[in-house]
């Protein structure tokens, strides 16, 4: 993103053709070849450690599969690139309307409440890809009730345990709370999905958790849990790169050209666009990044039998 700054003169200096690549140079004191050497590598560790532990914990390669399972069906990741695009070019055009943004954050809360419904279809999970992903099921209202009053007691655990770490206690305490409250996220997670998949049938629940535990199913699932981790992290910072230079850096520029007459680089004037854009942006890409991991882990889940018990299938809407 620096690099769209190059010809200009630097941000601190004002020397010309150095850009903002100056900040990377001043920050490190070393040449932005090193130092955009030393960023290759180090966003390359993740990979590579990924990549060490998969023969450990993914013996059978369950959590991989699960993973470029839906890049099989296009009819599940081309919808999702025309949403990112459509509202892209959306909110490029209308980033000035105020109702935009509620739009967008309506829409996504929609397609994230029938999330469930259609990525956890047992139908769809145990096809040998999701080419009907948005084929709805209906897993019971025990399964329902029992997956809201779940979720309600962990955004109590989690708001307990978030309090805690505001009080501030020592560095440690922290470390260890915010771990617990990472634990408690997973495996709610599991729970819920497990609760949903045997239609709130206890005693199923009970016995497929037990029979996963013993299945290898704790090194696939922190594998994946991982793999997750590490595409989020890849997204989240151009983002905040992005912001950062929206925040910091454009504004000086454009000074600098309004005082001298000079005209902004196409590249920069788009990612100040998209700035302005960000907060419809986020919740558009929320979307098929929430389809997606929600299908990835059920798709894992379910690998492992969850659910399969004839007496709990879920059945097809409409309701009955």
């Known amino acids: 993103m620096l690099a769209l700054t190059w010809g200009m003169p630097g941000i601190l200096t004002m020397e010309s053709d150095r850009g903002a690549l100056e900040l990377l140079e001043f920050a490190t004191v070393r040449p932005y070849p ?21 023969n450990w914990w993914d013996r059978d390669g369950r959590a991989r ?24 070019a959306v909110s490029f055009v209308l980033h000035d309307s105020d109702g935009l943004e509620l739009v967008a954050m309506a829409a996504s809360t929609l397609v ?40 309600a007691a962990y955004a109590l655990a989690s708001f307990a345990v978030g309090e805690v770490i505001a009080i501030g206690p020592a ?6 709370l915010s771990v617990l409250d990472e634990l408690l996220s997973a495996c709610f997670l599991v729970i819920a999905i497990a609760i949903w998949l045997n239609r709130g049938h206890w005693r199923a629940v009970r016995s ?27 997204l989240a910072f151009p983002i905040l790169v992005c912001a950062i230079q929206a925040i910091f850096v454009i504004p000086q520029y454009e000074q600098w050209a309004h005082a001298t007459g000079a005209q902004l680089p196409t590249g920069l004037r788009l990612l100040v666009e998209a700035y302005r854009a960000n907060g419809i942006l986020l919740f558009v890409l929320a979307v098929p990044l929430g389809l997606y991991f929600t299908l990835v882990q059920g798709r894992l889940i379910r690998q492992h039998g969850v659910g399969k018990g004839d007496s709990h299938e879920i059945v097809a809407f409409p309701f009955r």
Do not use: H, K
Not at 135 to 147: D, F, H, V
Not at 171 to 176: D, K
Not at 211 to 224: A, D
């Open 34 to 54: 090193q130092v955009l050497l030393a960023v290759f590598l180090f966003f390359m560790l993740p990979p590579l450690l990924l990549g060490a532990l998969r």
């Open 65 to 88: 599969a699960a993973l470029a399972w839906p890049w099989r069906a296009p009819a599940f990741w081309l919808p999702g690139v025309l949403w990112c695009v459509g509202w892209a």
């Open 112 to 151: 994230f409440v029938a999330a469930p419904f259609s990525c956890l279809n047992p139908r769809t999970l145990d096809d040998a890809a999701p080419a009907r992903w948005w084929r709805p099921g209906w897993p019971g209202m025990r399964a329902l009730a029992m997956c809201l009053a779940l979720w």
């Open 171 to 176: 560095a440690w305490t922290m470390v260890l």
């Open 208 to 234: 497929d958790l037990l029979s996963i535990w013993r299945n290898g199913f704790i090194g696939e699932y922190v594998w994946q849990s991982a793999a997750i981790a590490v595409v989020f992290i890849a």
